[in-house]
């Protein structure tokens, strides 16, 4: 069995940040790969005026991912799904010899509870946190922790995390990076432009 974490979001654009967190949770999950899943679409992002096109933020996150053991996937756009749990549902059946956790900022951990079947997400796949400064606190108290709460496992046994029953929450902490797209974006809103030209098809990341 692989054992892969997925890091989904817009990726708008992809940076250091995304790639440093993915980096540090492969050595405490003990993971083969990671995937970022980039979304077609954000249904809570929806009425954004800055949201890049998607074919801008794939290219971002492929160039962001060189290097590393980080695949750059469009499978959701390929499934056409919108929603994190119908692509956890899909997703075994599509790789059956995989073990997926689902990996997410503590920024993420404060609105869960606003995801569609988020507590099925939660018997779904273990779900690892990184803390974030900034968002800790209202995470810990969102009302998403207060049902999960009960099942969080210690973060030393985080490299077990195959073996756990679901529902099972770890918290990470790293060192933090202070990248933020959001200040990207505001630095240069025309981002997005330099990956916009036609790029060839065919890449093993573009069939995940």
């Given at each position: 069995?692989?054992?892969?974490?997925?890091?989904?979001?817009?990726?708008?654009?992809?940076?250091?940040?995304?790639?440093?967190?993915?980096?540090?949770?492969?050595?405490?999950?003990?993971?083969?790969?990671?995937?970022?899943?980039?979304?077609?679409?954000?249904?809570?992002?929806?009425?954004?005026?800055?949201?890049?096109?998607?074919?801008?933020?794939?290219?971002?996150?492929?160039?962001?991912?060189?290097?590393?053991?980080?695949?750059?996937?469009?499978?959701?756009?390929?499934?056409?799904?919108?929603?994190?749990?119908?692509?956890?549902?899909?997703?075994?059946?599509?790789?059956?010899?995989?073990?997926?956790?689902?990996?997410?900022?503590?920024?993420?951990?404060?609105?869960?509870?606003?995801?569609?079947?988020?507590?099925?997400?939660?018997?779904?796949?273990?779900?690892?946190?990184?803390?974030?400064?900034?968002?800790?606190?209202?995470?810990?108290?969102?009302?998403?922790?207060?049902?999960?709460?009960?099942?969080?496992?210690?973060?030393?046994?985080a490299k077990n995390w195959t073996r756990w029953r679901l529902p099972a929450l770890v918290l990470l902490r790293f060192r933090p990076d202070p990248t933020s797209a959001t200040r990207l974006r505001a630095a240069d809103p025309a981002w997005h432009r330099q990956f916009l030209p036609?790029?060839?098809?065919?890449?093993?990341?573009?069939?995940?």
């Open positions: 069995m692989k054992r892969v974490g997925l890091l989904g979001g817009s990726f708008n654009p992809a940076h250091s940040g995304h790639r440093y967190v993915s980096l540090q949770a492969m050595r405490a999950l003990g993971l083969d790969e990671i995937w970022w899943l980039v979304s077609p679409g954000n249904p809570l992002k929806e009425d954004r005026d800055d949201m890049a096109p998607f074919a801008a933020r794939l290219a971002s996150a492929r160039k962001m991912a060189k290097h590393a053991p980080i695949r750059v996937s469009a499978v959701e756009k390929r499934l056409g799904t919108r929603y994190t749990v119908d692509t956890l549902t899909k997703l075994p059946r599509l790789y059956p010899r995989h073990r997926f956790i689902w990996l997410m900022g503590a920024d993420n951990l404060e609105g869960f509870h606003r995801w569609r079947g988020w507590r099925q997400i939660a018997r779904q796949v273990p779900i690892a946190v990184v803390a974030r400064p900034g968002y800790d606190a209202n995470a810990h108290a969102s009302p998403a922790m207060s049902w999960l709460r009960r099942f969080v496992r210690p973060a030393g046994q036609s790029r060839k098809p065919g890449t093993d990341s573009e069939k995940l």
